[in-house]
């Protein structure tokens, strides 16, 4: 079974720049697993950021932003801000309707 | 103003059934794929099914196959999830989502409800 992986967590000074990454437990991570990511804060819904690697969401931050970094999908925050501090989740398409989530990233913003 | 509001959730003994409802409004509902993501406390998401615009396609979590359905009712706007044998580890918040057309044949949840909890105690 594939298994997405994720940071468990990290953390980023005022203003400054992070990359996380969603990656595969076998495998590379490619544009044709359409990486999306989303935002949730304590207690309410996920948000979603990005879409298709690289696409924001209508009325995301151009501080974010998606990528393909090596073998891995990205999410990089620019000029991080305290509400900033989130979980983020990506989720990869595996085919047949099935989108599968990685475990999530704890963001502290420190 | 996209909506989306689950009910139907609360206390299950294991063994169990419970439907889930989502009303959604603010789309098109009838030619928007919908999907059911949960989140166990303190936990991450998983995808538990995918229903398109027209009921014609169906997707449902090998976690959950044979035991759970996913169904809507286009001419009231609704989305339903019916539960049945719930486990211990079906307690999670169940949201419903609103999906993407992100490419051919491909909706990713896109806009989210607030969720609801379902609790089945193990």
Request: hydrophobic share 35%.
């Amino acid at each position: 079974q594939t298994v997405v992986t994720q940071e468990p967590s990290f953390s980023v000074s005022p203003g400054g720049t992070v990359t996380l990454t969603c990656g595969l437990s076998s495998g590379s991570v490619s544009t044709s697993y359409y990486p999306t990511w989303y935002q949730q804060t304590p207690g309410q819904a996920p948000r979603t950021l990005i879409y298709t690697t690289n696409t924001r969401s209508s009325g995301v931050p151009d501080r974010f932003s998606g990528s393909i970094l090596g073998n891995k999908a990205a999410l990089t925050i620019t000029g991080a801000q305290a509400d900033d501090e989130s979980d983020y989740y990506c989720v990869l398409y595996m085919g047949s309707g099935n989108w599968v989530f990685g475990g999530g990233t704890k963001l502290t913003v420190l | 103003e996209v909506q989306l509001l689950e009910s139907g959730g609360g206390l299950v003994q294991p063994g169990g059934s419970l439907r889930l409802s989502c009303a959604a409004s603010g789309f098109t509902f009838s030619s928007t794929a919908m999907t059911w993501v949960r989140q166990a406390p303190g936990k991450g998401l998983e995808c538990v099914a995918t229903v398109s615009g027209g009921s014609s396609f169906t997707f449902h979590a090998d976690s959950v196959k044979g035991r759970f359905t996913i169904s809507r009712d286009n001419s009231r706007n609704m989305l339903y999830l019916q539960m049945n044998n719930l486990r211990g580890e079906d307690t999670a918040i169940y949201y419903c989502a609103k999906d993407f057309r992100i490419a051919a044949g491909i909706y990713s949840p896109d806009f989210w409800g607030q969720g609801i909890l379902v609790t089945v105690p193990s």
